[in-house]
T-cell receptor, first 115, second 113 residues
């Protein structure tokens, strides 16, 4: 299954499938991007990040892809598990030094993993 | 590993009352950020502090103020509470030189009646 980002805030997949969550960002000056996972009633949990000088970064079962040309970010989760069920947010900031590191969050996508 | 600590975890107040939320950053982190998250919404940046000085300001109402202390913990003071202030309030911390990587606390759920 695939989310089309901001226009489809829910994604339902079967356990073991791969999940792709998309995010569009608007600020071309943003040079650092983060994916957070938020479970109900909990704080956002850091998953993976990527800088604008990269187009792909891999972690454990997760991959983030960055397309600066179209200002698009995606999170791929391999072999999705029930514990992956949560709301996923992309966030961006300009970074680049100084203390102006506020995060701008995109709209979340609710991922539901069916056993 | 130690995480960001927030207190209280839950708070119920009446309209026009005041509230104080506390945040204890991860040890050695010198920067704290406050975010507000309404029901079904994404977190919105309120304010941040680096080395006890305000470093950035977002959509924080004038009724709210915050500060960072010498031990780097921070407090968010909210006065003349309104029903619309009901939300989750998150604190995040980072090392200033790695400011992009913000680690979030569990949040304080504020309910204004």
């Amino acid at each position: 299954g695939e989310s089309v980002g901001l226009h489809l805030p829910t994604l339902s997949v079967q356990e073991g499938d791969n999940s792709i969550i998309n995010c569009a960002y608007s600020n071309s000056a943003s040079d650092y991007f983060i994916w957070y996972k938020q479970e109900s009633g909990k704080g956002p949990q850091f998953i993976i990040d990527i800088r604008s000088n990269m187009d792909k970064r891999q972690g454990q079962r997760v991959t983030v892809l960055l397309n600066k040309t179209v200002k698009h970010l995606s999170l791929q989760i391999a072999a999705t598990q029930p514990g992956d069920s949560a709301v996923y947010f992309c966030a961006e900031n300009r970074g680049g030094g100084g203390s102006n590191y506020k995060l701008t969050f995109g709209k979340g996508t609710l991922l539901t993993v069916n056993p | 590993a130690a995480g960001v600590i927030q207190s209280p975890r839950h708070l119920i107040k009446e309209k026009r009352e005041t509230a104080t939320l506390k945040c204890y950053p991860i040890p050695r982190h010198d920067t704290v950020y406050w975010y507000q998250q309404g029901p079904g919404q994404d977190p919105q940046f309120l304010i941040s502090f680096y080395e006890k000085m305000q470093s950035d300001k977002g959509s924080i109402p004038d009724r709210f103020s915050a500060q960072q202390f010498s031990d780097y913990h921070s407090e968010l003071n909210m006065s003349s509470l309104e029903l619309g202030d009901s939300a989750l309030y998150f604190c995040a911390s980072s090392l200033e030189d790695r400011g992009e990587t913000q680690y979030f606390g569990p949040g304080t759920r504020l309910l204004v009646l």
